[in-house]
T-cell receptor
Framework: GDSVTQMEGPVTLSEEAFLTINCTYT??????LFWYVQYPGEGLQLLLK?????DKGSNKGFEATYRKETTSFHLEKGSVQVSDSAVYFC?????????????FGKGTKLSVKP | DSGVTQTPKHLITATGQRVTLRCSPR?????VYWYQQSLDQGLQFLIH???????AKGNILERFSAQQFPDLHSELNLSSLELGDSALYFC????????????FGSGTQLSVL
């Protein structure tokens, strides 16, 4: 079945460091890919998404490119801030949104130190 | 604030009991989704309702049931609770029938003792 694999955390970085969180997926067809972020004590929020190969999603300085050849959707940010400390989830939808369910990775916790 | 309201925030109960979790979606959203988040399984999709009708079902146990009412709020009923049901239960909503952008509530933490 469809699945998402994320790098295990936690990831600890200093402020202004470069961030990469790896995400790879297994799916038939052409899924849409998402990154959600969960700040402490809150629900998940959509960070960015991409719906087809070579699309780049971006938001708040974060970027991820849909790479079909490597089945990847790695999250990157050039300079992290303490406020970026959160858990990041990679997810896919392989039903064109019609079935409602997203398949999530297990999440990667990011801690940014001042 | 996502606009999705879940109550209660915390729930402590005993094995064998039955509980009801409540979710009010964002104003205007017709879809409600339920997810279970546990340390070992991660985030698992349970069920999706759109405008009162069940739309999709995921890894939802037979002991669990849900419904969406005419005012669009939703309830998730968990019965014959087991220790392994302890988890964070999230509700999310979206405007239409697709999951292009989900808005999550802050969850109900269920502890089964």
């Amino acid at each position: 079945g469809d699945s998402v694999t994320q790098m295990e955390g936690p990831v600890t970085l200093s402020e202004e460091a470069f961030l990469t969180i790896n995400c790879t997926y297994t799916a038939t067809g052409y899924p849409s890919l998402f990154w959600y972020v969960q700040y402490p004590g809150e629900g998940l929020q959509l960070l960015l998404k991409a719906t087809k190969a070579d699309d780049k999603g971006s938001n708040k300085g974060f970027e991820a490119t849909y790479r079909k050849e490597t089945t990847s959707f790695h999250l990157e940010k050039g300079s992290v801030q303490v406020s970026d400390s959160a858990v990041y989830f990679c997810a896919l939808d392989n039903y064109g949104g019609s079935q409602g369910n997203l398949i999530f990775g297990k999440g990667t916790k990011l801690s940014v130190k001042p | 604030d996502s606009g999705v309201t879940q109550t209660p925030k915390h729930l402590i109960t005993a094995t064998g009991q039955r509980v009801t979790l409540r979710c009010s979606p964002r104003s205007g959203d017709l879809s409600v989704y339920w997810y279970q988040q546990s340390l070992d399984q991660g985030l698992q999709f349970l069920i999706h309702y759109y405008n009162g009708e069940e739309r999709a079902k995921g890894n939802i146990l037979e002991r669990f049931s849900a419904q969406q009412f005419p005012d669009l709020h939703s309830e998730l009923n968990l019965s014959s609770l087991e220790l392994g049901d302890s988890a964070l239960y999230f509700c999310a909503s979206s405007e239409g029938a697709t999951n292009e952008k989900l808005f999550f509530g802050s969850g109900t933490q269920l502890s089964v003792l």
